[in-house]
T-cell receptor, first 113, second 113 residues
């Protein structure tokens, strides 16, 4: 199947700093990518839909100014967690569809200290 | 509205069959998916079924769909210890690249010798 690569796999940052997470589709073009957040022992919560060349669509309750999404090319979407706080610590996963099938990155474990 | 429910935990003996259940509320779901997540990893697509199908079999995996009851199940035959993971069902309104997936709560499968 298609490959979605996410980087970094894990990151530790200080409170107040910003962290950027990259999501790449390696062997297909993705005009749309999805960003999910997963808390321990919980399901994936859709945060936003990233659209190439246009603004992202955020789910209700997700702060767009805190979670900045940029989808500048057909193979790359980035999620920047701005002014990170400990409560932003979580597992972030990106996804892209290649038709019917949806593929996921390896996830990024963010720890804010 | 979108709401996908699963039982939280399932424990089976190695060699037995596992059945993981999922219920969803949105009758307009077109595609239903099963994903596997191992600790600290992204999601691996196991299989999917189109809403006009009742059953789909793929090697050890059998998916049953009861559209009337909005019930989906995943049967794993001859369960192995390597099958221990969290299993998520997910629904999508369509098969386009822009159609988001909504995930169930996840079922933790534990296989013991």
């Amino acid at each position: 199947g298609a490959v979605v690569s996410q980087h970094p796999s894990w990151v530790i940052c200080k409170s107040g700093t910003s962290v950027k997470i990259e999501c790449r589709s390696l062997d297909f073009q993705a005009t749309t990518m999805f960003w999910y957040r997963q808390f321990p022992k919980q399901s994936l919560m859709l945060m936003a839909t990233s659209n190439e060349g246009s603004k992202a669509t955020y789910e209700q309750g997700v702060e767009k100014d805190k979670f900045l999404i940029n989808h500048a090319s057909l193979t790359l979407s980035t999620l920047t967690v701005t002014s990170a706080h400990p409560e932003d610590s979580s597992f972030y996963i990106c996804s892209a569809r290649d038709g019917i099938e949806a593929f996921f990155g390896q996830g990024t474990r963010l720890t804010v200290v | 509205g979108e709401d996908v429910e699963q039982s939280l935990f399932l424990s089976v003996r190695e060699g037995d069959s596992s059945v993981i259940n999922c219920t969803y509320t949105d009758s307009s779901s077109t595609y239903l998916y099963w994903y596997k997540q191992e600790p600290g990893a992204g999601l691996q697509l196991l299989t999917y079924i189109f809403s006009n199908m009742d059953m789909k079999q793929d090697q050890r995996l059998t998916v049953l769909l009861n559209k009337k009851d909005k019930h989906l199940s995943l049967r794993i035959a001859d369960t192995q210890t390597g099958d221990s993971a969290i299993y998520f069902c997910a629904e999508s309104m369509g098969g386009r690249n822009t159609d988001k997936l909504i995930f169930g709560t996840g079922t933790r499968l534990q296989v013991f010798p």
